[in-house]
């Protein structure tokens, strides 16, 4: 897939660190969780966790942080977007708004 996923489970966050995308979005999503004091680690991500998570996110540079709240048809965590991937999804945008030096914006 063009995407990564990352678990939240007990408040930290791992993603996959073998057959995965070296994805900029999601060492970007890393970046702003050690900023907000959540722990996050490149690690071997069993299927179970996968199911266990209390959430669960896609991470794309062309979506951004996606929440994923259902897995199988089956609810992750209530269903709902989590606060954490709520809290990473806002800085994400909230980051990629601001002026930078390597962005011109174009009049089309």
Request: glycine share 10%; hydrophobic share 40%.
């Amino acid at each position: 897939p063009g995407f990564n996923v990352v678990i939240v489970k007990d408040g930290k966050l791992a993603s996959p660190s073998r057959n995965a995308l070296p994805g900029i979005t999601r060492k970007t999503v890393f970046e702003l969780a050690d900023a907000m004091g959540i722990e996050a680690t490149l690690r071997d991500v069993t299927s179970h966790e996968l199911y266990d998570a209390d959430e669960l996110m896609a991470v794309t540079t062309a979506g951004g942080v996606t929440p994923i709240n259902t897995l199988d048809g089956e609810a992750v965590g209530d269903g709902t977007p989590g606060p954490i991937t709520v809290a990473i999804r806002d800085q994400f945008w909230t980051l990629m708004d601001q002026p930078s030096p390597l962005i011109e914006a174009i009049d089309y």
